[in-house]
């Protein structure tokens, strides 16, 4: 899956889970059969990225973390929210610049630092800006000048439709794998990992890229699919109006 200039890794994946039954006729000598936990098959990559496709058209919402490198950038993220991006939040730190991003109800705010102010408006209006918004949000008409981040845009930027043919053959090794005490499909690519949950809904969990840190390096993981609290709008103290934003 090819990397993205935004955010340094933009893949996604959720597969299935296959489970085996205990062998027919197979008995415990002496005793009742007492239940048996079914073995936890990892299924073929051909097998899971189709269904990882079908499963990231039809989300709608989710929160995706993410820590990458792109050459000497270095930044990190959090985007969480309905895909149809009527409520949103994007966080976004790089060096010591960062700003966030909040729409509800198809109105949007943002809440930038002196250092994201100063990169993008300059010294002289990022003192002035700082001056009356600092550590408010700051409502916006045109929050679009920043870029698209909702997670509707950031799943669509993710080529879906070519999982099956130019990610499958990739993969090299499959395992059961642990993560942060939950069970996971584990798939190992040329430049790319892959964690799916292998229980309940088989789901994203995480991706860490492993290739040259001239394409982008770093992992992102993926939580709350279609089960995101809306986020609320902020208090009218909170909230100042500057104009040509």
Same mark, same amino acid.
């Given at each position: 899956m090819l990397l993205s200039a935004t955010a340094g890794v933009l893949l996604a994946l959720t597969g299935? $889970? #296959? %489970?085996?039954?205990?062998?027919?006729? !197979? +008995?415990?000598a002496g005793s009742e059969a007492g239940p048996v936990e079914a073995e936890i098959v990892v299924p073929e990559a051909k097998?899971?990225?189709?269904?990882? $496709? #079908? %499963?990231?058209?039809?989300?709608?919402? !989710? +929160?995706?973390i993410g820590d990458i490198a792109n050459g000497s950038e270095k930044g990190n993220f959090e985007l969480s929210g309905t895909v149809d991006g009527t409520n949103s939040l994007m966080k976004m730190n790089q060096d010591d610049a960062s700003i966030e991003l909040l729409t509800v109800d198809n109105v949007s705010y943002m809440k930038p630092n002196k250092a994201f102010l100063t990169q993008t408006a300059g010294a002289e209006a990022a003192k002035k800006l700082n001056s009356v918004a600092a550590d408010k949000w700051i409502s916006t008409k045109n929050a679009d000048q920043f870029g698209d981040f909702t997670v509707g845009s950031f799943l669509a930027s993710m080529d879906t439709d070519e999982l099956g043919t130019m990610?499958?053959?990739?993969?090299?090794?499959?395992s059961l794998d642990d993560?942060?005490?939950?069970?996971?499909?584990?798939?190992?690519?040329?430049?790319?990992?892959?964690?799916?949950?292998?229980?309940?809904?088989?789901?994203?969990?995480?991706i860490?890229?492993?290739?040259?840190?001239?394409?982008?390096?770093?992992?992102?993981?993926?939580?709350?699919?279609?089960?995101?609290?809306?986020?609320?709008?902020?208090?009218?103290?909170?909230?100042?109006?500057?104009?040509?934003l």
């Open positions: 299935c $889970s #296959a %489970a085996v039954e205990q062998p027919a006729g !197979a +008995t415990t097998e899971i990225f189709p269904k990882t $496709s #079908a %499963a990231i058209k039809k989300a709608t919402s !989710a +929160t995706v990610e499958a053959p990739k993969i090299n090794k499959k993560l942060n005490g939950a069970k996971a499909f584990k798939y190992t690519g040329s430049d790319t990992i892959f964690w799916i949950a292998a229980e309940g809904e088989p789901h994203l969990l995480k860490e890229s492993t290739g040259s840190a001239s394409d982008g390096t770093g992992f992102m993981t993926f939580s709350e699919w279609n089960a995101v609290k809306p986020h609320e709008t902020p208090a009218k103290s909170d909230v100042v109006s500057v104009p040509g």
